[in-house]
């Protein structure tokens, strides 16, 4: 099983990133994905999720107004379209996925957000 972030880098304050999480060795389609960040010095929390389907999609309410999260399910890819890039948002950001009975957590991808 892998889940692979992607798309992290250094961006200005109001600018825009588009993470990607590419995902093998499970049913991708059948998972619920996530995107968490861990800030320095702080706990990861939980920045978007999005139904196996897609049609359903939940967002931290800090959020809700500047990112996207999506996914493309014949691709085995989640995405996480990132406006307005606060230096607030400076973190790791990682991919999760999630089952009623199984979970994955991918590696990390570092978004730095210069004020």
């Known amino acids: 099983v892998q889940l692979v972030a992607s798309g992290g880098g250094l961006v200005q304050s109001g600018g825009s990133l588009r993470l990607s999480c590419a995902a093998s060795g499970f049913t991708f389609s059948n998972y619920f994905m996530s995107w968490y960040r861990q800030a320095p010095g702080k706990g990861r929390e939980l920045v978007a999720e999005i139904s196996p389907s897609g049609g359903s999609t939940n967002y931290a309410d800090s959020m809700k107004d500047r990112f996207t999260i999506s996914r493309l399910n014949a691709k085995n890819t989640a995405y996480l379209q990132m406006n307005s890039l606060k230096p607030e948002d400076t973190a790791v950001y990682f991919c999760?996925?999630?089952?009623?009975?199984?979970?994955?957590w991918g590696q990390g991808t570092q978004v730095t957000v210069s004020s």
């Open positions: 999760y996925a999630y089952s009623s009975t199984e979970q994955y």
